[in-house]
C-alpha cells in the first residue's frame, strides 16, 4: 500500500457533518492526557497530607509558630537602651539621619515635617514633639515605649510591630535631637501614664 | 419521505442586533475601562464628583465589558450558530426580540444605577435587586428560545457548540439565583441571605464560575462553530472535545475557593480549591488544543485573513489565561499575587485577548454575511489586530511587573524577618505608578482597535441591504425522536454515568468519611477509576455508541450536564451554610453593628470602599506584621454581604478601628493627600456634606434580624435615640479635635463603622470539626 499525501487515510472523519463542519477523531495527546492524570494523582496527594493525615500544617496554625519565631528572635535581639543610650544616639549624626527618614516616612502626617503638630498647625492631629510638654513622659524611654506601644485612645498607633525596635530608637533619637539632655520639661499630669514596659 | 423540499430562512436580525450592541457597549465599557485606569494615576480625574469616582465606576467597567460586550456577542454568536447546526429557524421571532430589548434595558439601567451608589456590594453582582429580577426573566426567555429550538430542530444529533451553550444557559440560572438570593429593605436596597464566609464562599463560587460559564462555555462554543468554518478544516479531535468538554464542566465548579487561599475561609475548602484548579489545566487546554490544531493546514491563510488572525491569537490567550490560574490557585504562588495587579493582568489576558479577539474575528467573519456586502477594509482589520494585540501585551506585562513587585514589596521582610521592609504601604504604591501608567497605554491601545472595528462595521453595513441566511430542508424530514429513543433507563443507567457517579460518591466518602470509611472510598475510587478504564478498554464502543445516543437526546444531555455542574457546589457550600454559624466560629465573635455603624457600613458599600480595600488579614506573616492578627471566620460572620475584598490598591482595613483618632479619618476622606502624601485614594467630599438618610434604617434592622442578626426588639425611637447618641459623641470628639462636622452627617456614621473594625469579642474555644 502506498501512503498517500491526503493525511484524511491516517485521520478517520466522523460521518456526520453539521452545517458543513467536519471532525476528525483524533487519539488525545499523551502528554495532555498525563497532565490530567497527574494532576488527580497530586489531589490525592495533597488532601492525603493536609486534610486527611494532617501532616501539613494548617494556615493559622503555620503563621502562629513562624510568629512565635519572630518574638523569640526579637527578645533575644532587643537592643539594651536606657535613657542615656537614647541622648548619645541623638547625638549621633548616622542615628539621627536614619531616624529622620523613618519619621518622615511615618510620623509626619499627623506631627507634620517639623515635628511641630498642633504648635504649628492647630488643625494638625499630633501633638508638637519639639517643645517641652509631654503628654506621656518626656524621659527617652517614655518616648521609646510611647511609639512602640501607641496611645490607642488618643490615636497614636503602635509601632512596635511594623517599624521593629532599631528604627523606632532611630526615630526616638531623632526627636530627642531636637531637645536638650536635663532641659525642664512639664508632663501632662490627666493623661495616663507610659504603658508599663512589656 | 417526500421530495417535496421547502425554504427556511433563519432569523438572522437577531444576530445583527445582538452584533451591533456587543460592538457599541464594547467600546462604552472599555472608555470606562481606560478612565478608571487614569484615575488611579491621576487621582484629580476623579473629580470629586460622586458618579464619576473610581470606585462608583469600576463595577460599571465590569459590568459592562461581561454582560454588554461579552453576553451581546454571546447571544449573536449563539442564534447565529445554533440555528444552522440544528437546521430550524429560532422558535420565536417574539421571545428572540424580548431577549434582545430585555437585555438592553437592563443594561441601561445598570448605567442609570451603578455609577449612583445603588449595588449590591457584590462583585459582577452588584446590580440591585428589581434588576435582578429582570436579569433572571429575561435569561429564562433565552432558555426557552434555546430548547424550543432545540425541540424544533431537523439535525438528529447536537454539535459539540451546542453541548457548551446548554451548560452556558442552565449554569448561569443556578449560579445567579443563588448568588443573587437577598431581602429588599426598599427598592433599591437589599441585604444578601448569606453573611460572612458562607457569602464569601457563594460569591466566589458565581464570580469564579462567571468567568468560567459566562466568558468560557459560551466562546468556546462559539470558537467550535467559527473556526472550522473560517479555516474550512475539520474540527481536530471529537473525542478531545468530550472528554475536555464533560471534564471542564465538571471541576470548574469545584475551583472557586481558590479566591479564597489564605483567609479564614476553612482550610478543607481551600485545599478543594487550589487542587481542582491544579485539575482543571488539562481540560482548558483540550479546548485550545482543539481550537489550535484546528486551524492545521490553514497556518497560510493567517497572513491575509484578519478573522483567522483573530481567533488564533484569541485560542492562545485562552490557553495562556488557563495555565496562569492554576499557578495562581498554587496557595504559596497567591500568597505573592494575590490581592495585587497580576490578578488583574490575569484576567485582562483572558477578557481583552480571548474575549475581545474572539469578539472581533467573529464580527469581521459575520459582518460580510449578514449583510452580503464585503468588509469595507480588510488592511483597517489587520491593523486593528497589531493594534490590539500591542495594545494586549503591554497591559498585561505592566500588571505582572506591578503585580509581582508590588507582592515581592508588601511581601519583603528584614532583620531576620523580624519586620516589615516597605512597612508605608504608600511606597510600594510608588513603586508601581511607571507600570499603572504603561497599563493606560496598552488599554488605550485596545480602546483604539475596537474603534477600528466600530469604523468598520459601520462602513460596511451603511447602505447594504441586510439578508438572512436560508436553508433548504424536506418538507416533512423529521424534526426527531426526542428521548423515545433512550428512555430513563438508556440514559442513566450505563456505564458511563454510573462510573462517574461511583466515583464521585467514593470520593465524596473518602474526603469526608472518618477512619475506615475514608480508607474504603478512598480504595472504592481507585477500583472504580481500575474498572472504569479496564471497561472503556474492552468496551469502549459501546461507549460510544451510547455517547453518540444521548447526542440526539437533548433532555437526558442537559440534565446530566446538570449534574455534573451541581455536585462541585453541593459539597462544598451545604456544609458551610450548615456548620459555620455564629455559634461555631473558631475564637472570636463578631459584635453586631450599632444602628449608626449598620449605616456608616452601608455608605461604605455604597462608595465601593470594598473595591480597593480588603478586610482579611491572611494567615501569612507579612499580612500579619503589616496589619495586626490574622483575621478568624466569627470576626465577619454578621457581614451581610461580607467585605473580605479581592483588591489592595490601598492597605487593608480589617483592624483600622482605633488606629487612629476620628479626626484622621475625616480629614482622610475629605482630602487622603493631606495625610498619606502620594495617596492615590479619591476624594470623598460629599460624605461631609450629606445628611445620612435613616428613613428605612427600622427596615434594615428587621431584615437584619429576619438573616440571623442578634438584634434586640428595638423600637424605631430606641434605634433613632441609638443613632443621635452616638453620632453626638464622636462629633463631640471632633470639636476638640477643632473639626466642626454637624452629627448628622454621613462622614460620622462612616466613622463610626471604621473605627469598631476588628474589635471582635474573643470567645472561648468551642471546636467544632473542621471537616463537615
Same mark, same amino acid.
Not at chain 1, 514633639?129 to 518626656?138: A, F, P, Q, S, V
Given at each position: 500500500m502506498t501512503p498517500t499525501p491526503n493525511s484524511t487515510t491516517e485521520d478517520p472523519i466522523r460521518p456526520h457533518t453539521f452545517d458543513g463542519i467536519q471532525e476528525y477523531d483524533k487519539r488525545l495527546p499523551n502528554w495532555w492526557l498525563m497532565t490530567l492524570y497527574v494532576s488527580i494523582v497530586f489531589w490525592v496527594g495533597y488532601w492525603s497530607y493536609y486534610e486527611w493525615f494532617r501532616v501539613g500544617l494548617s494556615g493559622p496554625q503555620r503563621v502562629e509558630q513562624a510568629l512565635a519565631q519572630i518574638e523569640a528572635m526579637k527578645l533575644a535581639s532587643a537592643p539594651a537602651l536606657d535613657d542615656a543610650s537614647l541622648w548619645k544616639m541623638s547625638r549621633n549624626p548616622v542615628f539621627v539621619e536614619a531616624g529622620k527618614a523613618t519619621v518622615n516616612a511615618n #510620623? *509626619?502626617? #499627623?506631627?507634620l515635617a517639623s515635628l511641630r503638630g498642633k504648635g504649628e498647625n492647630p488643625t494638625a492631629i499630633g501633638p508638637d /514633639?519639639?517643645?517641652?510638654?509631654?503628654?506621656?513622659?518626656? %524621659?527617652p524611654m517614655d518616648l521609646y515605649r510611647t511609639v512602640t506601644q501607641g496611645v490607642l485612645v488618643k490615636g497614636m498607633p503602635t509601632w512596635g510591630p511594623v517599624l521593629g525596635p532599631k528604627k523606632i530608637a532611630e526615630a526616638v533619637a531623632y526627636v530627642l535631637s531636637k531637645h536638650t539632655e536635663g532641659e525642664p520639661i512639664e508632663v501632662d499630669p490627666s493623661a495616663a501614664p507610659p504603658p508599663p514596659a512589656k | 419521505m417526500s421530495d417535496r423540499k421547502i425554504t427556511i430562512e433563519f432569523n438572522d436580525k437577531i444576530v445583527r442586533q445582538f452584533l451591533l450592541a456587543s460592538v457599541i457597549w464594547g467600546a462604552i465599557g472599555m472608555l470606562v475601562g481606560v478612565l478608571i485606569a487614569a484615575q488611579l494615576n491621576f487621582w484629580q480625574l476623579n473629580f470629586a464628583t460622586p458618579w464619576l469616582t473610581w470606585s462608583r465606576l469600576r463595577p460599571l467597567h465590569t459590568n459592562a465589558v461581561i454582560f454588554a460586550l461579552v453576553g451581546n456577542m454571546m447571544f449573536a454568536g449563539i442564534y447565529y450558530s445554533t440555528q444552522r447546526l440544528v437546521k430550524a429557524r429560532l422558535a420565536s421571532d417574539f421571545l428572540s426580540q424580548l431577549h434582545f430589548w430585555g437585555w438592553q434595558a437592563i443594561i441601561v439601567s445598570a448605567v442609570c444605577t451603578l455609577p449612583f451608589g445603588l449595588t449590591r456590594g457584590k462583585e459582577y453582582a452588584e446590580l440591585i435587586w428589581p434588576i435582578n429580577i429582570a436579569v433572571v426573566v429575561i435569561w429564562v426567555v433565552f432558555a426557552v428560545n434555546f430548547f424550543w429550538t432545540l425541540g424544533k430542530r431537523r439535525e438528529p444529533s447536537l454539535y459539540v457548540a451546542i453541548w457548551f451553550y446548554i451548560s452556558t444557559i442552565i449554569t448561569i440560572a443556578m449560579l445567579y439565583i443563588v448568588n443573587h438570593l437577598s431581602i429588599p429593605t426598599s427598592w433599591s436596597h437589599s441585604y444578601p441571605v448569606f453573611g460572612g464566609v458562607q457569602d464569601a464562599l457563594v460569591q466566589w463560587w458565581y464570580g469564579h464560575n462567571a468567568v468560567? $460559564? $459566562? /466568558?468560557t462555555t459560551p466562546i468556546l462554543g462559539i470558537m467550535y462553530y467559527f473556526v472550522p468554518k473560517a479555516a474550512e478544516r475539520p474540527v481536530y479531535s471529537y473525542r478531545l472535545s468530550v472528554v475536555h468538554f464533560w471534564s471542564l464542566v465538571f471541576l470548574y465548579i469545584w475551583a472557586g475557593p481558590h479566591h479564597l487561599?489564605?483567609?479564614? /475561609?476553612?482550610g478543607w475548602l481551600q485545599t478543594l480549591g487550589m487542587t481542582f484548579s491544579l485539575m482543571l489545566w488539562a481540560p482548558s487546554w483540550g479546548g485550545m488544543l482543539n481550537g489550535l490544531l484546528t486551524l492545521r493546514g490553514a497556518w497560510h491563510k493567517l497572513r491575509t485573513d484578519p478573522v483567522l488572525k483573530f481567533f488564533a491569537a484569541g485560542v492562545t490567550f485562552y490557553g495562556m489565561a488557563t495555565f496562569e490560574g492554576p499557578l495562581l490557585a498554587i496557595k504559596s504562588v497567591n500568597a505573592l499575587g494575590h490581592y495585587t495587579d497580576w490578578v488583574i493582568g490575569h484576567v485582562h489576558a483572558g477578557t481583552l485577548g480571548w474575549n475581545g479577539f474572539m469578539a472581533a474575528g467573529m464580527t469581521y467573519w459575520l459582518l460580510p454575511r449578514l449583510w452580503n456586502k464585503p468588509l469595507y477594509s480588510t488592511s483597517l482589520a489587520n491593523l486593528h489586530f497589531w493594534i490590539g494585540g500591542v495594545g494586549i501585551l503591554l497591559y498585561v506585562a505592566a500588571m505582572w511587573t506591578s503585580g509581582i513587585t508590588q507582592g515581592l514589596m508588601l511581601n519583603a521582610t528584614t532583620e531576620n524577618g523580624t519586620i516589615l521592609a516597605y512597612p508605608n504601604f504608600l511606597e510600594t504604591l510608588n513603586t508601581i505608578r511607571p507600570l499603572m501608567l504603561m497599563r493606560l497605554i496598552g488599554g488605550g491601545l485596545y480602546l483604539t482597535g475596537w474603534l477600528m472595528l466600530a469604523y468598520n462595521f459601520w462602513q460596511t453595513v451603511r447602505g447594504a441591504a441586510p439578508v438572512n441566511g436560508t436553508i433548504e430542508v424536506f418538507d416533512d424530514e423529521p424534526a426527531h425522536e426526542e428521548a423515545a429513543a433512550m428512555g430513563l433507563f438508556g440514559s442513566f443507567i450505563n456505564p458511563p454515568v454510573l462510573f462517574s457517579i461511583f466515583g464521585t460518591g467514593f470520593a465524596f466518602v473518602w474526603m469526608f468519611g472518618a477512619d475506615l470509611l475514608s480508607i474504603a472510598g478512598l480504595v472504592g475510587l481507585m477500583v472504580c477509576g481500575v474498572l472504569a478504564y479496564a471497561h472503556f478498554e474492552s468496551r469502549g464502543k459501546k461507549w460510544g455508541d451510547w455517547y453518540d445516543r444521548l447526542l440526539g437526546n437533548s433532555l437526558p444531555f442537559t440534565i446530566l450536564t446538570f449534574l455534573a455542574v451541581v455536585a462541585g457546589g453541593l459539597i462544598q457550600i451545604i456544609p458551610t451554610v450548615v456548620a459555620h454559624n455564629a455559634a461555631s466560629t473558631e475564637d472570636r465573635k463578631q459584635t453586631p453593628y450599632t444602628p449608626l455603624e449598620l449605616q456608616g457600613r452601608d455608605i461604605y458599600v455604597r462608595d465601593g470602599c470594598y473595591l480597593c480595600h480588603s478586610q482579611m488579614i491572611r494567615t501569612l506573616v507579612p499580612d500579619v506584621l503589616r496589619y495586626g492578627d490574622y483575621s478568624r471566620l466569627g470576626e465577619s460572620i454578621y457581614d451581610h454581604p461580607y467585605q473580605w475584598g479581592s483588591k489592595r490598591n490601598g492597605p487593608d482595613l480589617a483592624r483600622v478601628g482605633g488606629k487612629y483618632p476620628n479626626v484622621w479619618h475625616l480629614r482622610h476622606m475629605e482630602d487622603p493627600r493631606s495625610i498619606s *502624601?502620594?495617596? %492615590?485614594m479619591p476624594t470623598f467630599p460629599w460624605l461631609l456634606a450629606n445628611t445620612l438618610d435613616n428613613s428605612t434604617l427600622v427596615k434594615k434592622i428587621s431584615v437584619q434580624r429576619m438573616l440571623? *442578626?442578634?438584634?434586640? %426588639?428595638?423600637t424605631p425611637e430606641q434605634i433613632t435615640t441609638r443613632v443621635e447618641a452616638q453620632a453626638k459623641t464622636i462629633a463631640a470628639d471632633l470639636k476638640t479635635a477643632g473639626a466642626y462636622i454637624a452629627p448628622d452627617k454621613e462622614i460620622i456614621a462612616l466613622i463610626a463603622y471604621l473605627q469598631q473594625l476588628g474589635h471582635a469579642v474573643v470567645v472561648p474555644i468551642t471546636k467544632t470539626a473542621s471537616n463537615p
Open positions: #510620623c *509626619v502626617a #499627623c506631627h /514633639l519639639t517643645d517641652t510638654k509631654w503628654i506621656h513622659g518626656g %524621659n | 468560567a $460559564f $459566562f /466568558l487561599l489564605n483567609t479564614a /475561609l476553612p *502624601v502620594g495617596s %492615590n440571623g *442578626v442578634p438584634y434586640p %426588639n428595638w
